[in-house]
């Protein structure tokens, strides 16, 4: 059904692993997995725990897409051709986590504040895949700039994102507050690829209202 919106599970650290995710795909198969977050850094260096992390089924799992995060251009080129080796149908990128360990080491949400990095790093994860490219992220650091956000997400797409997640937070407000999901259709109304929007959606009315 070409018009039935995508569904996904929202890729959680330390909560959606391959035995939650099948868990999920046996109560409905059409939803969309991410793995966890996984450091580009710690699968370019071969980390047996960072590897442990993109562990799947894929006879119970596909379409499944491997989330990743760093902030080495050149690292999410080579982890970019291993995770394909690995199997996964899609890779993901985050530029959207607000954890304080995560956004002091530069990475998540951090990118936010240096988009010149960001899309560096699109390409470079381009360049090293033959896999659709997806990016995750927020609607801005400390506050909302409608037209820089408009304009950042419209460059995603140039540097060859193939679609766009945004969680309708700004890092600063983690996960308090109530979900903006109005700048995330204004996003979905200036780009051509698809648009996912995250946040507050905690029941399939919730889904349908949005």
Known sequence: DQKRPILALAPMAGYTDTAYRQLIKGIEPRVICFTEFTSTDGIVYGSKNTLRQL???PD???PLIAQIFGKKPENFTTAAQRVEKM???AIDLNMGCPAKKVVSSDHGSALLK???LAL???EATVAGTKLPVSVKTRIGTKQLDLPWLVQFCKDMESAGASLITIHGRT???AYKGKADWEPIYEIKRNVSIPVI???DINSAQDALDK
Request: hydrophobic share 25%; charged share 40%; net charge negative.
């Open 55 to 57: 562990d799947f089924n």
């Open 87 to 89: 199997g996964v149908d």
């Open 171 to 173: 890092a600063k407000q």
């Open 120 to 122: 560096k790093i699109i």
């Open 60 to 62: 119970e799992e596909r």
């Open 114 to 116: 240096n988009p010149d």
């Open 197 to 199: 929007g995250n946040g």
